[in-house]
């Protein structure tokens, strides 16, 4: 049976993994804390680990040689990430920052290897979770590079209300303070830039704010700008 993890509604990156699979998993994990600001891992490290957060948000980023941040992922409590290579031994091609404090169970990719021999079953829902992971990064390109910034504000916007989207009437709020300057990153663009396009969008009555938190006011404003394929949001989340 999938175990659909959720909390307010948002739906975390193991749902395909059965409540018995998952506790396997965490049965191999040993347990590691991480302050605020502090880094999991680099770009260049050996990527021989996957990583399970227990408590906290991790920042998944990638550095140009313009010294331009650009945010992958954030990924939060629930959530299983990491970076394996079956056939080589592999290095990390971005960093992990810990977004505000965690507690971290990590995963070896020996015991996880030895696990996957011994449950079959396991080593399918473990496929299929990779392939999640490939689907998002591909949709999330497909947004960039596609529908210029103002299509991916718009899908990161989407993004943003499914992780941590509550419903308050006919709108959605998103739950969490996300700065312009984050949302600059997550898009690749200046605040500047994000900042005119969140002032049109707000003209047209599409969001609004509230003590800080972000309101989705017309999200199908939002999906016909960025020509949303209306994907499940185990792969639609930021």
């Known amino acids: 049976m999938m175990n659909i993890q959720q909390q ?28 605020a600001g502090s880094h999991l891992f680099w770009e260049g490290d050996c990527a021989d680990k996957l990583y399970y957060i227990k408590q906290g948000r991790v920042k998944i980023t990638k550095t140009g040689d313009d010294g331009k941040t650009f945010i992958l992922y954030v990924y939060g409590e ?8 079956g056939f080589r031994e592999s290095l990390h091609s971005f960093d992990a920052e810990a977004a505000e404090d ?3 169970g990590v ?4 015991d996880l290897e030895v696990l996957l021999w011994q449950h079959g079953d396991l080593a399918v829902e ?7 992971l490939h689907r998002m990064t ?7 590079m596609m529908f210029g910034k103002p299509g991916a504000l718009c899908s990161t916007l989407i993004r943003l209300s499914n992780t941590y989207g509550e419903a308050r009437g006919d709108h959605t709020v998103i739950a969490r303070r996300i700065t312009n300057s984050e949302l600059a990153d997550m898009i690749g663009a200046t605040r500047e830039s994000v900042n005119r396009m969140l002032s049109d969008l707000r ?3 599409v969001v609004d704010m509230d003590n800080g938190l972000m309101v989705i006011k017309n999200i199908d404003y939002l999906k016909d700008l960025c020509q949303c394929e209306n994907c499940p949001k185990d792969m639609c989340r930021i």
């Open 107 to 110: 995963i070896q990719q020996k």
């Open 138 to 144: 591909q949709t999330k390109f497909r947004d960039i």
């Open 78 to 85: 629930g959530d299983l990430f990491g970076q394996l290579d």
């Open 126 to 132: 473990f496929m299929k979770w990779m392939g999640l």
């Open 203 to 205: 003209r047209k009555d």
């Open 102 to 104: 965690c507690v971290i």
């Open 8 to 35: 307010s509604g948002q739906v975390y990156n193991t749902a395909y993994f059965s409540e018995s699979n998952l506790a396997k998993i965490k049965e191999i994990m040993y347990e590691t804390k991480l302050e």
